[in-house]
């Protein structure tokens, strides 16, 4: 089992930046791809970014060119620094990791954190 722990959400008037932090713990062998999405009440999941362990990158559409994603493999951890925040950024936003086990990718979801784009 994998543990994520996020941090660094809250409130910031648009034009804003935050800074979202993500850290494993427990059986953190073979992490694969470390990310982020988001999700708006009434709305599915979307993807923010993602970072593959040979460091290929993807970042959603609405996103590209103001957010960045980064990952410390010796930390097991995965950052997400959002810069120009507007206010349809305001959601709750998951770290998700993926752990190759026995020939199997597995899936674990962080409890989100909400971030809140207002004046």
């Known amino acids: 089992q994998v543990q994520l722990v996020e941090s660094g959400g809250g409130m910031v008037q648009p034009g804003g930046s935050l800074r979202l932090s993500c850290a494993a713990s427990g059986s953190i062998f073979r992490l694969t791809t470390l990310g982020w999405f988001r999700q708006v009440p009434g709305q599915e999941r979307e993807l923010v970014a993602t970072?593959?362990?040979?460091?290929?990158?993807i970042y959603g559409e609405s996103v590209k060119g103001r957010f960045t994603i980064s990952r410390d493999n010796a930390k097991n951890a995965v950052a997400l620094q959002m810069n120009s925040l507007k206010p349809e950024d305001t959601a709750v936003y998951y770290c998700r990791v993926t752990q190759l086990r026995l020939g199997y990718t597995y899936v674990y979801w962080g409890q989100g954190t909400q971030v809140t784009v207002s004046s």
């Open positions: 970072m593959s362990d040979g460091n290929n990158i």
